[in-house]
T-cell receptor, first 109, second 114 residues
Framework: GQNIDQPTEMTATEGAIVQINCTYQTSGFNGLFWYQQHAGEAPTFLSYNVLDGLEEKGRFSSFLSRSKGYSYLLLKELQMKDSASYLC??????????WGAGTKLIIKP | NAGVTQTPKFQVLKTGQSMTLQCAQD?????MSWYRQDPGMGLRLIHYSVGAGITDQGEVPNGYNVSRSTTEDFPLRLLSAAPSQTSVYFC?????????????FGAGSRLTVL
């Protein structure tokens, strides 16, 4: 079967760095996405990785290792507004998205 | 631009009632989809459409119908609501951005079935 695993909840301190991991087992791979979802709101697109390596976008970076079925989202200089759930999703061989359950990130002052 | 507009935002139904969740987009995107989001689970695809007149089933289509008569609208119909359909429903469109099919979601519709 197809499976996406990510931690249920993480806590970090304002100004610090946090890494949210995502491991996947899917039938085929056509890219990995990270979305941010604030409580009560819709998910919004953060990043996309299809080749191995690191993609950097301001305070957010996303890493992919296809051979290990592994990705992480790195958030630097954490701000209170970064408190949200972070969703990992993989596009499978049919270009359908398989979603993880999300990681709830709690930022403490 | 409004983007993706969903109505209603909240709805309470009784078991056996039917209703339609509306989704409209003004971005001229061909691809539209409906997801449900339940606690502790990933988003699950209900139905999707790659253009007007074309619809297909996703992972959890049972109990739901869709139609796509125009590019702009993609309503989701619950035929006979069941408590298991209590969920948050998201409509999403997709467009290619630098090779990635990025989803743009509506604000969501929270449905409770008693």
């Amino acid at each position: 079967g197809q499976n996406i695993d990510q931690p249920t909840e993480m806590t970090a301190t304002e100004g610090a760095i946090v890494q949210i991991n995502c491991t996947y087992q899917t039938s085929g791979f056509n890219g990995l996405f990270w979305y941010q979802q604030h409580a009560g709101e819709a998910p919004t697109f953060l990043s996309y990785n299809v080749l191995d390596g690191l993609e950097e976008k301001g305070r957010f970076s996303s890493f992919l290792s296809r051979s290990k079925g592994y990705s992480y989202l790195l958030l630097k200089e954490l701000q209170m507004k970064d408190s949200a759930s972070y969703l990992c999703a993989v596009s499978d061989s049919n270009y359908q998205l398989i979603w993880g359950a999300g990681t709830k990130l709690i930022i403490k002052p | 631009n409004a983007g993706v507009t969903q109505t209603p935002k909240f709805q309470v139904l009784k078991t056996g009632q039917s209703m339609t969740l509306q989704c409209a987009q003004d971005m001229n995107h061909e691809y539209m989809s409906w997801y449900r989001q339940d606690p502790g689970m990933g988003l699950r695809l209900i139905h999707y459409s790659v253009g007007a007149g074309i619809t297909d089933q996703g992972e959890v289509p049972n109990g739901y119908n869709v139609s796509r008569s125009t590019t702009e609208d993609f309503p989701l119909r619950l035929l006979s609501a069941a408590p298991s359909q209590t969920s948050v429903y998201f409509c999403a469109t997709s467009v290619a951005v630098s090779g990635a099919n990025v989803l743009t979601f509506g604000a969501g519709s929270r449905l409770t079935v008693l």
